[in-house]
């Protein structure tokens, strides 16, 4: 019991650290609605995969880095609409990859599952084509 106490003490320090930059970034019009967003997508992850403190911790520190990433490709001007397209993508990939590394199995099988689903409400509000372009 006192394990699982220090280990919970823990896991809420660590998310309180993590969260402070995006608390500052909330002053701003983009950095709220961007922390938002990752707080929504870390909370969708936690309650659908039944996420521990420590894979959330992860998640979040990868959404961070995305956030950050995609940011800066998208303020890059010498890049193409079509070259900055494909840079998103294959960030978005990359961090797909990432996510999975720290799940489990089964949390895998799910969240491949969630992809899915996505994808296809995607494809959906595109008309039903095909993937975008370039995938």
Do not use: F, H, W
């Amino acid at each position: 019991m006192n394990k699982q106490l220090r280990t919970a003490v823990l896991a809420i320090c660590t998310l309180t650290a993590a969260t402070m930059p995006l608390m500052a970034q909330n002053d701003a019009p983009m950095g709220g609605r961007r922390g938002q967003m990752e707080e929504r997508q870390v909370d969708m992850l936690t309650k659908r995969l039944s996420l521990s403190p420590d894979q959330q911790t992860q998640v979040k520190g990868i959404d961070d880095a995305q956030m950050q990433q995609m940011m800066a490709i998208r303020q890059d001007s010498s890049l193409s609409q079509d070259d900055r397209r494909s840079k998103m993508m294959a960030l978005r990939q990359d961090t797909q990859t990432k996510i999975r590394a720290v799940l489990t199995d089964d949390q895998k099988t799910k969240y491949d599952a969630l992809l899915q689903q996505q994808q296809a409400r995607m494809a959906e509000r595109r008309g039903g084509g095909g993937p975008p372009q370039g995938l």
